[in-house]
């Protein structure tokens, strides 16, 4: 099974509400990830967790908090977001090598998320 | 760095004719390599790697790309497009023990019937 779970599919929410969006995988994968992506564009990288600890931030904005509950969850919670913030968030997923070395990563469906 | 470049940001082709998206990389030492798809509103689907094996790699839905070094290339190829096929085609790079892809800006793939 390589799949990748995330809830909610859509989201819509105001500049003061706080929201978080999650991500399950059953894979037995130890480096999970949240990315960004807008309309027409590749996706870009947020956070990754490897072994439940976060590894990278890739200077992402404060009102987005990364969390990894366990080996199989990761969590983006959302707090006084902006317009510009709407974007399609993609979780994946993927096996660890050797020294940390990265496989493929796994994609789920992503949150689209609308801040009014 | 590592960088990638997705020649063609649009790419339309017939259906059954030949579909070639076209990657190249730069890197001091062969990465791994893999394509991507995106369909409409969905998230994105492995469609082939490579990871210093075979250098012609055969993926899912009848792609396959072939890493060539003397180039720094890794295009993906399919011999007979279907309308199924359309979609954005995400080209990424990994250095060894590295935990990040990088991206090209995509193909997007377009099939007239």
């Known amino acids: 099974d390589t799949e990748v779970t995330q809830t909610p599919k859509h989201l819509v929410m105001g500049m003061t509400n706080k929201k978080s969006l999650k991500c399950e995988q059953h894979?037995?994968?130890?480096?999970m990830y949240w990315y960004k992506q807008k309309a027409k564009k590749p996706p870009e990288l947020m956070f990754v967790?490897?072994?439940?600890?976060?590894?990278i931030n890739e200077s992402v904005p404060s009102r987005f908090s990364p969390e990894c509950p366990n080996s199989s969850l990761l969590n983006l919670h959302l707090h006084a977001l902006q317009p510009e913030d709407s974007a399609l968030y993609l979780c994946?997923?993927?096996?660890?090598?050797?020294?940390?070395?990265?496989?493929?990563?796994?994609f789920g469906p992503g949150t689209r998320l609308t801040v009014t | 760095a590592q960088s990638v470049t997705q020649l063609g940001s649009h790419v339309s082709v017939s259906e059954g004719a030949l579909v070639l998206l076209r990657c190249n990389y730069s890197?001091?030492?062969?990465?791994?390599l893999f394509w991507y798809v995106q369909y409409p509103n969905q998230g994105l689907q492995l469609l082939l790697k490579?990871?210093?094996?075979?250098?012609l790699v055969k993926g899912i839905n009848g792609f396959e790309a072939e890493f060539k070094k003397s180039e720094t290339s890794f295009h993906l190829t399919k011999p007979s497009a279907h309308m199924r096929d359309a979609a954005e085609y995400f080209c990424?790079?990994?250095?060894?023990?590295?935990?990040?892809?990088?991206f090209g800006q995509g193909t997007r793939l377009t099939i007239n019937p």
């Open positions: 994946a997923s993927s096996p660890l090598g050797r020294q940390g070395a990265g496989y493929e990563q796994y």
């Open positions: 894979m037995g994968h130890r480096a």
């Open positions: 967790y490897s072994y439940e600890k976060l590894s």
């Open positions: 890197s001091s030492v062969p990465p791994y």
């Open positions: 490579y990871t210093s094996a075979a250098t």
């Open positions: 990424a790079v990994s250095d060894v023990g590295a935990q990040k892809l990088v």
